[in-house]
């Protein structure tokens, strides 16, 4: 049955995520620690950004964010190798890969012509996202960060990017390299 809207939604327990019991932990230091320390990075957080959106709009989040991450650093969706967007909802996913590839959104929201990109399916959420996986309140980041810097090694890959929509209106990308 539909959650949000009972009459014509089309969000329902089986194409939501779980909330999971779940637990990571990551140790984030700068690279000259690590060094000092005699560790061995697994990754490195290249550059992050917060975006706002309209709260009505929360699930797009992660789009806004990365808009602003390739405006920073001049990476494109060309450049990511495997994409982790964090799956509250399997329809939001699928907005998100439909404002990505859109140059009417980009045109909507940030006045350009040309849209941010299209998803290639392989590298998208590749074990599956949050409805597979479950979405472990508290410790989404470390999940998809680790997701994917484990699978840019597995791949002998570099380039990452990990987003998530947070409820209220916000969104957050994170730039991931593995040497």
Partial sequence: ?????????????????????????????????????????????????????????????????????????GF?????EVMEINEAFAAQVI???????????????????KALGTINPDILNINGGAVALGHPV???GARLVLTVLHELRERGQQTGLATLCIGGGQGVALLLEVE
């Fill in 1 to 73: 049955r539909p959650f949000f809207d009972r009459k014509n939604g089309t969000v329902t327990a089986g194409n939501s995520s779980q909330i999971t019991d779940s637990a990571a932990g990551m140790v984030v230091m700068s690279e000259s620690e690590a060094k000092k320390r005699g560790l061995t990075p697994l990754g490195y957080l290249r550059e992050y950004t917060y975006a706002g959106l309209d709260p009505k709009r929360m699930g797009l989040g992660p789009v806004f964010a990365t808009h602003k991450l390739f405006a920073k650093t």
């Fill in 76 to 80: 494109s969706m060309d450049d990511i």
């Fill in 95 to 113: 907005g998100c890969e439909r404002a990505f590839a859109s140059s009417e959104f980009a045109k909507a929201h940030w006045g350009e012509d």
């Fill in 138 to 140: 508290g410790m989404t």
